[in-house]
């Protein structure tokens, strides 16, 4: 357990301080390692003999010196093992220590692409993600996730592994891969931020919060990149729905949805951040999917009250939405919005499509959304059984709990 | 030493048989769930919890003889019983665990009567025995 003083400095100097290290000795793993093994001596020693003047400089050296341990012992075990080597411990070892004028800033950039590379899987990049960039422990990160810590480590360690294997290396993308590479950044950025929705029930009070977690990295990532608009997209996304969150669950962790929610409950100050980020990026030009996901989010948040929703204006960001990309979730809250705008059946009816989608047609959205749909055009049978589809399909609990009950209310309530 | 407690529910039709109860039967049963687990972590005994999806959406899988899984869908006419959640529960003596059982045994049902659900209660192994 680290200590509290400088926790939060090492969090923030964890991801500029790999970097550094990775850059000047190329292998993530054993860096990774080194690093860890650093901001553990920092975290036993500052409490007592106070923080360095450059603390950043210190870690580096920290590491480094790990680093010179372990690649000299390699050295010497593989001259014992009389195996060609070509290099000299000197020339790995780069003596010239932190000046001061390293780009930490694009370090932390480039630690984000190589993490977040399409050669690994999703819960690898995330899991990798959290703890090169985001400073975590690997406990922290499995406590997160519900999974064994041991688990996790392995997960981390595979993830490290292909790195290696499959050759990432640690520079900036080129023209040409820049965005597909901040495209996969932000795609796990966004699912680190879902996965903390999809876990907040859960049982443990002291897990780490992934959707503050996500929100801190890509705040990280915007002030990098403080002109690509699909990132601040996805920051003022995650700001306007996470502001939602203390309505959007009951005292029991049951949910409640959007047009129920207590709106003075939702968190002002992250409304305004999101809606002024917005705005200013919307007003630039080259819109993207991120930044028509976060205008929906602001108009939903900017109404007092669920009656007092602008549906027309979102039906018509959806409407853009639906051209961008050929995605069957975006189709279906189009469907939504233009049930609100046009009436139930006109949902219904643009509902159909979706049937013969297989990537959509068992999901439990799709019968939740017409079974809700059914109740408006009052077909109560049809809706109850499409409530209990969406039931028994869904794998959240409170969720379940919530489908469950308005079909119950349908079949036989007050 | 930890115990797992298994909730067995019919099989039914593919669903599970809460959905056919009044909203308020309904309610009673997930509050009473949910301050039962809220307890136990309480006290110290709750190790895990899940609820399971019900058989409807239920798979069976066998190695079967080509690379790809044999995956076979339900409804299994075999089973007359489907386990619909567990817990497990980490405490000083069996007994304990039987109590537990028993409370969650008790949980609401129709009418607002105990349910007096069979709850089957089974140790979990552990590993291997401190040398001495």
Not at chain 1, 192 to 210: I, K, Q
Not at chain 1, 247 to 269: S, V
Not at chain 1, 326 to 339: F, Q, Y
């Amino acid at each position: 357990m680290r200590a509290n003083v400088g926790e939060h400095l090492l969090r923030e100097l964890s991801p500029q301080v790999l970097g550094a290290v990775v850059r000047r000795y190329g292998d993530f793993a054993a860096a990774e390692d080194a690093v860890q093994e650093a901001l553990l001596v920092a975290a036993t020693k500052w409490p007592d003999e106070g923080v360095p003047d450059n603390p950043r400089a210190w870690l580096i050296q920290v590491a480094s010196r790990r680093m010179t341990d372990s690649l000299r012992a390699e050295l010497s075990r593989r001259r014992r093992e009389a195996a060609v080597v070509t290099e000299n411990a000197d020339d790995l070892v780069v003596p010239s220590l932190d000046s001061g004028q390293e780009p930490e800033q694009e370090d932390t950039l480039l630690l984000l692409f190589m993490c977040c590379h399409p050669a690994l899987t999703r819960p690898s990049a995330i899991a990798l993600t959290l703890r090169a960039v985001g400073g975590l422990t690997t406990a922290e990160i499995a406590n997160a996730f519900l999974v064994p810590e041991a688990t996790m480590a392995q997960r981390i360690s595979r993830a490290k592994q292909l790195i290696k294997k499959s050759g990432v290396r640690f520079r900036m993308p080129a023209d040409g891969e820049l965005e597909e590479s901040l495209g996969a950044v932000l795609h796990v950025l966004y699912l680190v931020f879902n996965e903390g929705y999809a876990t907040s029930a859960g049982p443990s009070l002291h897990r780490v919060d992934l959707s503050s977690e996500a929100i801190r990295l890509s705040r990280a990532v915007h002030h990098l990149l403080p002109h690509d608009g699909e990132c601040a997209g996805l920051l003022a996304l995650m700001l306007l729905t996470d502001a939602r969150r203390a309505a959007r669950t009951g005292p029991d962790g049951e949910l409640i949805p959007l047009d129920e929610q207590d709106r003075t409950a939702w968190d002002r100050d992250a409304i305004a951040e999101g809606v002024a980020l917005i705005s200013a990026t919307l007003s630039k030009g080259q819109v993207g999917a991120y930044q028509l996901q976060a205008a929906i989010a602001a108009v939903h948040d900017e109404a007092a009250r669920a009656e007092d929703t602008d549906w027309p204006q979102i039906l018509a960001l959806y409407g853009l939405l639906v051209r961008m990309s050929d995605n069957p979730m975006v189709r279906l809250s189009h469907a939504i919005a233009a049930a609100m705008v046009h009436g139930a059946a006109a949902g219904l009816g643009l509902l159909q499509a979706l049937d013969a989608d297989p990537r959509i047609a068992g999901h439990h959205r799709l019968a939740a959304v017409r079974a809700h749909l059914l109740e408006k055009t009052g077909e109560r049978e049809a809706a109850i059984a499409s409530y209990r589809l969406a039931a028994n399909r869904t794998a959240s609990l409170p969720e379940r709990n919530y489908l469950m009950m308005k079909a119950a209310l349908l079949a036989g309530g007050p | 030493m930890k115990f797992m407690l298994m909730m067995n529910a019919p099989r039914g039709t593919g669903d599970w048989g809460i959905y056919k109860w009044k909203p308020e039967e309904m309610k009673a049963h997930i509050e009473f769930m949910i301050r039962l687990n809220k307890d136990l972590r309480g006290e110290g005994t709750l190790a895990a919890c899940e609820g399971l999806a019900p058989p409807g959406e239920a798979r069976v899988v066998r190695a079967g003889k080509g690379t790809a899984p044999e995956v076979t869908d339900g409804p299994f006419a075999e089973a007359k019983e489907f386990l619909a959640g567990y817990w497990i529960v980490d405490v000083e003596t069996p007994e304990q665990a039987y109590a537990i059982a028993a409370r969650a045994s008790a949980a609401p049902g129709p009418g607002g009567k105990p349910l007096n659900m069979p709850i089957e209660v089974r140790q979990v192994m552990s590993g291997p025995p401190p040398e001495t």
